[in-house]
């Protein structure tokens, strides 16, 4: 299995700019979530899904976020215009259901200057 | 407001000795409980995972859950430089996803 894939791995960008953010879950997964990870705050999560379905977003942050999940292997999160506040690293995780272990990606060093 | 919390350290241990790390979570109806290690600049990856009460033993990694107390703890016995990591508690609070401690920052001296 080659686990969660998540590109580009890191992204730097002009303040404005708009930004989007790539999952593949793992097969068979049916629950994906997406977190933020700052050294501040730590791990946030940001939204979830399941079974495409998006099921909490209560921790985006502002209406500049948004998540999509067209099919059970594809996920985007798109930040648009980007600030400089968004720079962290943003994690891709899927699991089988949504109260069980997560596997998280790589994850995507965004630097927005 | 489900809170996990950890110290956030840096806990330094001499190679060789046990590295204990301790959570703590709100939520009293949690069920399941994880440990992550997450190495600098990399992403967390599970290590442990303890349902019930007591102790659970994986190599050099022992997980203890105490419900009553809504304590958990992941001991490291051997502690190696190669151990040296944040390591990121995770409680199920019920039907939603995990929530996650801010970690606690483990040093292993050689």
């Known amino acids: 299995d080659a686990g969660v894939i998540q590109s580009p791995r890191h992204e730097v960008t002009e303040m404005g700019q708009e930004v989007t953010l790539r999952c593949k879950p793992i097969?068979?997964?049916?629950?994906l979530f997406w977190y933020r990870q700052t050294m501040m705050r730590g791990l946030e999560l940001l939204i979830y899904f399941n079974n495409n379905v998006p099921i909490d977003d209560s921790g985006m942050p502002e209406d500049r976020f948004s998540a999509k999940m067209p099919n059970a292997s594809f996920s985007t999160l798109k930040i648009q215009p980007s600030e400089p506040r968004d720079s962290a690293v943003y994690f891709c995780a899927s699991s089988r259901q949504s109260n069980t272990e997560a596997f998280f990606g790589q994850g995507t060093r965004l630097t927005v200057v | 407001q489900k809170e996990v919390e950890q110290n956030s350290g840096p806990l330094s241990v001499p190679e060789g000795a046990i590295a204990s790390l301790n959570c703590t979570y709100s939520?009293?109806?949690?069920?399941?409980f994880f440990w992550y290690r997450q190495y600098s600049g990399k992403s967390p990856e599970l290590i442990m995972s303890?349902?019930?009460?007591g102790d659970k033993e994986d190599g050099r990694f022992t997980a203890q859950l105490n419900k009553a107390s809504q304590y958990v703890s992941l001991l490291i016995r051997d502690s190696q430089p190669s151990d040296s990591a944040t390591y990121l508690c995770?409680?199920?609070?019920?039907?939603?996803?995990?929530?996650f401690g801010k970690g606690t920052r483990l040093s292993v001296i050689a």
């Open positions: 097969s068979g997964h049916n629950s």
């Open positions: 939520d009293r109806g949690s069920q399941s």
């Open positions: 995770a409680v199920n609070p019920g039907n939603t996803p995990l929530v």
């Open positions: 303890i349902y019930s009460n």
